[in-house]
C-alpha cells in the first residue's frame, strides 16, 4: 500500500487515517506484508519467528555476475550492524554499546549541552534563521561528540561517512559507484577508528575497542557498531528537532511537564518511520501468507498515531510512556533512547527558561518515507509567556 508523500502538511492525519482503517497491507515494490496497528507492531517486534538478519545470497545471487563481489562486501559490512543482526553477535555487541553509553546522558553532559546549545542560539532573537541547518544539525553533532566523547570535529567527519554509507543503503536499483563510495567510507571510518583506539580516551571508545580486540567480532564488527550509532542518532534526532517546533507550542510549554512535551514529540515524530524484519519460517500475518525470509515491515510511524491504543493521537497529551514506541520495543530497542530524550528535554528546557518559541515561515521536508528528514525550516524565535504556572 502507498503512504503517501511525507513531505505533505496533512501527512500525521494521513498516517492517523491509515491506522484507523487498515490493519496490514502490501507494499507493492518490496512485496513487504506492511502491519499499522500498535497492537500488531509491539507483538511482532518481540516475535522470535521474525528476525532483523537478511538471507543476501539468494538477493546477490540475482545481480549481474559483475557486480556481485563489490554488494557481497557491502552486504557483509551491513550484516554486522546491531539493527540487522541477531542473536548471540546482536546480544554481544548491543552489551558494549550499552557498556559505552553508560554515562551519555549524566550531569556533566548535560550540562555541557545546556551550554552549546545556549551558544547556538545567542544573539539569534528576532532574526531569520534556518531551525535545521543553523541549530539543529550543529547541535546534532555536538550531541554525539558530547555522548560518545569524540571533539565535534570528529563527530563532524565520522557523521560524514555515515551519511555516505546510509546513501548507498537508501539507494534503489544497483548502483554500484555508491556501493563502492559505502564501502570506501567504511573503510575511512574503520582507520579513524583505529587511530582513536590507539591514542585512548572515552568510555565509548574503550566500549568499541572491545569489540574490535575480541576475537568473535573483530575490527569489522566494532566499525559497524561505530557506524550504526553514528547514523543511529544524527538523523532522527535532527527530525525530532524539526518535529519540536512544528508541534510543540506556547500553551503545551506553559501548561505540561517537560518530559510529557518530549515524549509526544518523539511519538508524533518518529523519525524511523519503519523497522523491516525477515521470517524465519513459514508465517501468516493477516491474510498474508510468507514463506522463510518474507519481509515484513512494522510501521512504527503509523502504529504511534493508531486511535485504538492512542485516543486523539494527533494531539499532546500526557500519556503512558508505553505509547510510544519510536525508539522500538524489544531485543533491539533503541539503546541510545536516553542520550535522545536528555538531548530534546535540554531544547525544552531552554525554550520555557528563556521564554522563547520558534515561530515558522516556511517548512520543506523530504517527500521519501523511510526516515523522516528536514530540508529546512525558517523562521524566528519569538517571545512567548511560557512560564509554568
Ligand atoms: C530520536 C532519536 C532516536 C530514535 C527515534 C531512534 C530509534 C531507534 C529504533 C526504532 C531502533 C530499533 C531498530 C529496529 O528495531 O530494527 C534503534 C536502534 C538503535 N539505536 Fe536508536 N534512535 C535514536 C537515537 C539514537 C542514539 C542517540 C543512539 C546512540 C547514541 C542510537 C543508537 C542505536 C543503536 C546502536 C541501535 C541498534 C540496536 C539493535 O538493533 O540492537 N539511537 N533506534
Known amino acids: 500500500m502507498y ?7 496533512d501527512f500525521a492525519a494521513r498516517l492517523c487515517g491509515i491506522a484507523e482503517t487498515t490493519r496490514f497491507g502490501r507494499h507493492e515494490a518490496s512485496d513487504a506484508v506492511q502491519v499499522f496497528r500498535a497492537e500488531d507492531v509491539r507483538e511482532l517486534l518481540r516475535d522470535r519467528r521474525l528476525w532483523s538478519t537478511r538471507d543476501i545470497s539468494e538477493l546477490v545471487a540475482r545481480l549481474p555476475i559483475e557486480v556481485r563481489p563489490v554488494y557481497t562486501r557491502l552486504c557483509e559490512f551491513l550484516g554486522l550492524w546491531p539493527a540487522f543482526s541477531d542473536g548471540p553477535y546482536n546480544r554481544r555487541i548491543r552489551a558494549h554499546l550499552i557498556t559505552g553509553l553508560a554515562g551519555a546522558a549524566a550531569d556533566e553532559v548535560r ?12 544573539g539569534r532573537v528576532g532574526t531569520r534563521f534556518d531551525w535545521i541547518a543553523d541549530v539543529s544539525v550543529p547541535y546534532a553533532h555536538l550531541v554525539l561528540a558530547r555522548s560518545i566523547g569524540v571533539s565535534i570535529d570528529e563527530a563532524r567527519r565520522v557523521t560524514e561517512l555515515g551519511e555516505r554509507i546510509m546513501r548507498s543503503i537508501a ?7 555508491r556501493a563502492e563510495q559505502a564501502l570506501a567510507a567504511s573503510k575511512e571510518m574503520r582507520d579513524w577508528l583505529e587511530h582513536a583506539i590507539g591514542v585512548g580516551g572515552s568510555r565509548f571508545i574503550s566500549a ?22 553514528v547514523t543511529g542518532s544524527y538523523q532522527p534526532l535532527i527530525g525530532v528537532m524539526g518535529a519540536l517546533v512544528e508541534i510543540i507550542d506556547a500553551d503545551h510549554l506553559r501548561s505540561l511537564p517537560i518530559p510529557v512535551i518530549r515524549e509526544e514529540a518523539i511519538r508524533l515524530a518518529t523519525p524511523f518511520r519503519y523497522v523491516s524484519r525477515f521470517t524465519r519460517c513459514p508465517m501468516t500475518i493477516g491474510d498474508h501468507e510468507l514463506g522463510a ?10 502504529a504511534n498515531v493508531d486511535p485504538s491504543a492512542v485516543p486523539e493521537p494527533l494531539e499532546v497529551r500526557d500519556r503512558p510512556k508505553r505509547a510510544n514506541l519510536a525508539f522500538g520495543a524489544g531485543p533491539h530497542y533503541c539503546p541510545g533512547a536516553a542520550v535522545a530524550r536528555m538531548a530534546i ?12 518559541v520558534f515561530a515558522i515561515g516556511k517548512v520543506t521536508r523530504e517527500p521519501e518515507f523511510s526516515v523522516l528528514q528536514y530540508y529546512s525550516i525558517v523562521g524566528e524565535l519569538t517571545e512567548a509567556s511560557v512560564a509554568a504556572p
Not at 208 to 229: E, H
Not at 293 to 302: E, K, N, P, S
Not at 345 to 356: A, K, M
Open 293 to 302: 525470509d518474507g519481509r515484513v515491515m512494522l510501521l512504527l510511524a503509523t
Open 208 to 229: 568499541v575497542a572491545d569489540i574490535w580486540r575480541d576475537i568473535d567480532s573483530g575490527p569489522q564488527a566494532a566499525t559497524a557498531a561505530l557506524a550504526q550509532v
Open 171 to 177: 539507494s534503489t536499483g544497483i548502483d554500484v559507484e
Open 345 to 356: 528535554d535540554i531544547v525544552l528546557e531552554q525554550l520555557r527558561g528563556s521564554g522563547h
Open 111 to 122: 550540562a555541557a549541552l545546556r551550554r552549546d546549545l545556549s551558544a547556538l542560539l545567542a
Open 3 to 9: 503512504i503517501g508523500d511525507s513531505s505533505e502538511p
